[in-house]
């Protein structure tokens, strides 16, 4: 049985930091690609970042670049979301999701292809 299981949410306040982590498990990691997404309130739930787990490769939303950034520590089988620069407009619930069997073109940025969710954090930045 999988299961994903976020921490880390908050109130913080614009420019602050926050780091979110995901504990997984019941996965075959190997093959897995791991992705944050996040929603707001009246808006669809859209990509932050995901790390295939079988070399680290990271991929970021083009609006999070250069502030966040996804990382993965097999020993633990947990993947984080180290948060910087925080603005108002990333607020939202945050949610963990696993890709546990990915083809060769999976869109990693793309809901559809992840077939695991965590329950979500709720991440609030104030202004």
């Known amino acids: 049985q999988v299961q994903l299981v976020e921490s880390g949410g908050g109130l913080v306040q614009a420019g602050g930091s926050l780091r979110l982590s995901c504990a997984a498990s019941?996965?075959?990691?190997?093959?897995?690609?791991m992705g944050w997404f996040r929603q707001a309130p009246g808006k669809e739930r859209e990509f932050v970042a995901a790390?295939?787990?079988?070399?680290?490769?990271?991929y970021r939303a083009d609006s999070v670049k250069g502030r966040f950034t996804i990382s993965r520590d097999s020993a633990k089988n947990t993947v984080y979301l180290q948060m910087n620069s925080l603005k108002p407009e990333d607020t939202a619930v945050y949610y963990c999701a696993a890709d546990s069997d990915p083809k060769i073109y999976t869109r990693v940025d793309a809901v559809s292809e992840y077939d695991y969710w965590g329950q979500g954090t709720q991440v609030t930045v104030s202004s």
């Open positions: 790390i295939r787990w079988s070399n680290g490769i990271p």
């Open positions: 019941g996965l075959t990691f190997i093959k897995s690609i």
